[in-house]
């Protein structure tokens, strides 16, 4: 079960194991070290009393704070590592711990005089933690992948055809759901104790109330704002590159990499190392733009171009390192920048969040407008024979018409996937893949309120999740500054028009951007990092879709439509239309999931 994830950890490993009144219990590790290199860090990690033990993954970035105020209460260190920093801390505040730690992490903490196991996730659920609980044998197994799950002798791999479902329609699956029946996610903000084969979980920090917070304290000056944002960066960034081991930046030539890379450069001793992924292709290509902004701040960059037989290369790679369902296609780029990165530094700093907390993506363009039309929708879905207009339109309209419920306001176009999703399983009943948190998010801008969805469901099982497997392939430690919590916690006292200002997109955050460097070098459109998934999907993945939708390979299965299917494979093969591709490439990640983990 530990081995299966030496990508993960190739420094070290280590297994401690106990027998106690109930039962038995295991910990292992595999570490990478970032901090303290030498055997003092071995984990898993027991306190001098013997009392607690550790097992660990991630960064807490103001543990050198915590471990003088530990001293000061009579505590006594051995190693320069945060883990013995965690252990003392759970010791001395025990779950209050947490909410003190700013960082991103997966605890085990074992408590052998209570006999209880404590899971911990970060607030942002930057690091991943899944766990299975059987109630009828009483098993209770962890891990911060799938697979040493899997690996458990007593696991059984039953799909939840409602997350397939979910998957099918978002690309992903949302904590704390996870594909396999009794298997979830840790949910960021939250811990989890089992005890006694009972589960309690607990939350110690949550979106709602740091968002209603900071609508009490709105801060109304647009400068007041800008300045404590940097403030909160540039302490950020400097707490992440902190390391005993190499540290570099992902460098696009968007606004968020920019502004952590020249945050870094200005504030170290040295040349910072930022690394860059081209395309041959013009139109997707923002590697030339990228090195414009190194040069201007004066890093040691590193930038490699590829062409589409790179990147199709790694897909043969992609569920050895997702080993849930996952389909966002810009994690092969992600893999990519990872291994330039990594055979020249150990950690890496990105601009991930920054989208999500100062309003950066178009489906926010979207929300604006939908809301300003919504009354136009409400007239169509109630006039005569709106039955029969509705089933002539497209989905993206007849989405539209139909977004009538006033809790699910902003996530209109998953319809449009929803529809798509029940045509290609045999239980045509899609468990609704709409979130009802946001029913729970009483805010009249629906920006807003996508923005929070995003935030809670979209940025750690996507985004972060994406980054975390892709940079976790090469043994790279990914830091992510903008979604410190103290930076979340700001972004909810700025008023919304200090991000969406006259349409322009995260106005503020390019603001504080452009004191660091020049508008015109920031000003290109994003380009991302997309690959032409359609082409491929009728070029050369065409025969692996097409084994894939084998009739007898799909029988045997017993999951999808086999007409649904081959509607789906006909109507991308004319189309350009996004929906198709993406349903298309969904179905293929499964399928060669499903064949590796199930079959």
């Given amino acids: 079960m530990r081995d299966s994830m030496t990508h993960r950890g190739p420094n070290d490993a280590g297994i401690w194991n106990r027998d106690y009144s109930n039962g038995y219990i295991g910990l292992a590790h595999r570490r990478l070290s970032i901090f303290d290199l030498t055997e003092l860090g071995h984990q898993p990690m027991e306190s001098t009393d013997g009392r607690y033990t550790i097992a660990y993954n991630g960064e807490v970035y103001n543990f050198k704070d915590l471990r003088n105020v530990l001293i000061s209460k009579g505590y006594k260190f051995k190693s320069e590592c945060d883990t ?24 085990a903490i074992w408590d052998s ?50 997350a397939l479902g979910k998957f099918l329609c978002n690309k992903y699956i949302a904590s704390p759901d996870a594909i396999f029946e009794n298997t979830y996610k840790v949910v960021p903000g939250t811990y989890v104790v089992f005890h006694d084969n009972t589960i309690n979980t607990e939350t110690y920090w949550n979106f709602y109330d740091e968002k209603d917070e900071g609508l009490r304290n709105q801060i109304i000056e647009f400068k ?47 040349k910072v190392k930022t690394f860059t992924i081209g395309f041959y292709e013009k139109e997707r290509n923002e590697a030339d733009r990228a090195k414009k902004i190194a040069d201007y701040l004066g890093t040691e960059h590193t930038e490699l171009y590829v062409g589409e037989k790179e990147i199709l290369e790694l897909i043969s790679d992609i569920t050895d390192y997702y080993d849930e369902p996952f389909s966002d296609s810009s994690q092969l780029p992600t893999m990519l920048v990872s291994k330039l990165a990594s055979d020249r530094v150990t950690v890496a700093l990105s601009g991930d969040g920054g989208d999500e907390l100062f309003c950066g993506y178009k489906m926010y363009d979207w929300s604006y407008i939908a809301q300003k039309a919504d009354f136009i929708g409400n007239v169509l879905h109630f006039i005569p024979g709106s039955d029969i207009f509705k089933q002539n339109v497209s989905p993206e309209l007849r989405a539209f018409i139909n977004n009538r419920d006033a809790g699910l306001k902003t996530q209109l176009f998953v319809d449009v996937m929803t529809e798509l999703a029940s045509s290609l399983l045999l239980n045509k009943e899609v468990f609704c893949p709409k979130f009802d948190y946001e029913k729970k998010m009483d805010y009249r801008n629906w920006q807003e309120r996508r923005m929070l969805l995003d935030m809670m469901t979209y940025l750690p099982d996507e985004v972060m999740a994406k ?11 990914v830091r992510s500054p903008l979604l410190d919590y103290r930076l979340v916690k700001k972004a909810f006292e700025i008023p919304q028009n200090f991000k969406y200002y006259n349409h322009d997109k995260k106005h503020i955050l390019k603001e504080v951007a452009y004191d660091y460097i020049p508008k015109e070098l920031l000003s290109g459109p994003k380009k991302g990092f997309g690959v032409p998934m359609a082409k491929w999907l009728r070029g050369p993945l065409k025969e692996e879709i097409k084994m894939y939708s084998d009739k007898e390979f799909i029988r045997k299965q017993g999951i999808f439509d086999q007409e649904g299917i081959n509607r789906l494979i006909a109507r991308q093969s004319v189309s350009d239309k996004v929906m198709y591709s993406s349903m298309l490439w969904s179905f293929y990640m499964f399928q060669r999931w499903w064949e590796q983990y199930v079959s």
């Fill in 84 to 107: 013995e920093v965690i252990l003392y801390a759970y010791d001395y505040w025990k779950e209050k711990c947490f909410e003190r730690f700013n960082g991103m992490f997966a605890i």
């Fill in 113 to 162: 005089v209570d006999e209880k196991l404590i899971l911990a996730r970060d607030r942002m659920g930057v690091k991943p933690l899944y766990y299975y609980w059987c109630t009828t044998t009483e098993d209770f197994v962890f891990g911060s992948e799938l697979k040493p799950i899997m690996f458990y002798p007593g696991f059984k791999k039953n799909v939840r055809h409602d």
């Fill in 224 to 270: 007041t704002a800008k300045s404590e944002i940097n403030e909160i960066i540039i302490d950020a960034v400097n707490k992440r590159m902190v390391a005993d081991v190499p540290v570099g930046t992902f460098l696009s030539s968007g606004v968020d990499s920019a502004l952590v890379t020249a945050v870094a450069q200005r504030y170290s001793e040295a």
């Fill in 467 to 477: 980054t975390d497997r892709a940079s976790m392939k090469y043994s790279l430690e």
